[in-house]
C-alpha cells in the first residue's frame, strides 16, 4: 500500500514539472518572437526614417542658392531633419533591445555595439542640427541685406558639409562596430550564417566607403549599398522567422 502512495505521488509530482517545462518554452518562444519583430522592426525604421529624412533635406539643400529658399521650404527642411533624428532613437534601441541577446555570448561585443550606436546617434544629431542651423542663417542673411549675402553663404555651406561629414564619420563607427556584432552572430547562429557573412562584408565596405569619402574619394554611395541591404533584409528577416531558438535559448 505504501508502495501504491508513493508511485502516486511521484505520478502526481511529475506532471506539474512537464507543465512547468512546457510554460517555461511557451515563455521562451513569446520572448523571442517579441524581440525578434522590435529589433526587425526597428531596423526596418531606421531605414524608412532617415532615408525619407535625408531625401527632403536634400531636396532643399541640394539646389544651388538654396538660402534664398530655406523660408519657402523650412517645413520640408525641419521634417526632414526630424525624421533623420526619429532615426537616432531607433539606432539606440536597436542596441538596447541587443544587449541581454548578446550579453551571454559576449559581453564586450555586446558593449562594443551598444556604444557604437550610442557615439553613432550622437554624430548623426550633431550632423542634423547643423541642417537646423540653416534657418535662422538664412533669416538672418535675408535681415543684412545684401552685404550678409557672403558670410550668410559660407555658413550655410560649413553647416552641409558639417552634416555630411558627421554622417560619414558616424557610418565608419556604424560599420566598424556592426562588423563585431555581425561576427558574433555567425558565431552564435543567432541568424544563419550567410545573412551575418553578408553583413560582415557590407559593413567592411560600408567603413571603408566612409572612410574613402572622409578623405574625398566619393565612392561611399556605392559602397554602402551591400550594408543597406543587409538591414533591410535583416529586419524582414527577424520579424517573419526571428532569432534561432536555440541560440536565443542559451542567451536566456
Given at each position: 500500500m505504501n508502495q501504491a502512495i508513493s508511485t502516486k505521488s511521484i505520478s502526481s509530482n511529475a506532471q506539474p514539472v512537464g507543465a512547468v517545462e512546457s510554460s517555461t518554452r511557451r515563455a521562451l518562444m513569446g520572448s523571442r518572437i517579441t524581440c525578434s519583430r522590435l529589433i526587425g522592426a526597428l531596423f526596418l525604421l531606421g531605414f524608412l526614417s532617415y532615408g525619407v529624412g535625408f531625401a527632403l533635406v536634400t531636396s532643399v539643400v541640394g539646389a544651388p542658392g538654396f538660402l534664398s529658399?530655406?523660408?519657402?521650404?523650412?517645413?520640408?527642411?525641419?521634417?526632414?531633419?526630424?525624421?533623420?533624428?526619429?532615426?537616432?532613437?531607433?539606432?539606440?534601441g536597436k542596441g538596447v533591445l541587443f544587449f541581454p541577446i548578446l550579453e551571454p555570448h559576449g559581453k564586450r561585443t555586446a558593449l562594443a555595439y551598444l556604444a557604437t550606436m550610442i557615439v553613432e546617434v550622437v554624430?548623426?544629431?550633431?550632423?542634423?542640427?547643423?541642417?537646423?542651423?540653416?534657418?535662422?542663417?538664412a533669416q538672418q542673411g535675408v535681415d543684412a541685406g545684401q552685404a550678409g549675402v557672403g558670410w550668410a553663404k559660407a555658413l550655410g555651406s560649413l553647416a552641409v558639409q558639417s552634416n555630411a561629414m558627421a554622417y560619414q564619420i558616424a557610418e565608419m563607427v556604424l560599420g566598424l562596430g556592426a562588423i563585431f556584432l555581425c561576427a558574433l552572430l555567425f558565431r552564435t547562429r543567432l541568424i544563419p550564417r550567410f545573412l551575418a557573412g553578408w553583413g560582415l562584408i557590407g559593413?567592411?565596405?560600408?567603413?571603408?566607403?566612409?572612410?574613402?569619402?572622409?578623405?574625398?574619394?566619393?565612392?561611399?554611395?556605392?559602397?554602402?549599398?551591400?550594408?543597406?541591404?543587409?538591414?533591410?533584409?535583416?529586419?524582414f528577416w527577424l520579424i517573419i522567422k526571428g532569432f534561432d531558438l536555440k541560440a536565443y535559448s542559451r542567451a536566456s
Open positions: 529658399t530655406i523660408s519657402a521650404h523650412q517645413t520640408t527642411l525641419v521634417l526632414g531633419a526630424f525624421l533623420m533624428l526619429l532615426n537616432s532613437l531607433v539606432d539606440v554624430l548623426l544629431a550633431v550632423g542634423v542640427l547643423a541642417l537646423l542651423m540653416l534657418v535662422p542663417i559593413y567592411a565596405m560600408l567603413a571603408a566607403g566612409a572612410i574613402a569619402e572622409i578623405f574625398g574619394i566619393h565612392i561611399g554611395l556605392l559602397l554602402s549599398i551591400p550594408g543597406g541591404l543587409f538591414e533591410v533584409v535583416l529586419g
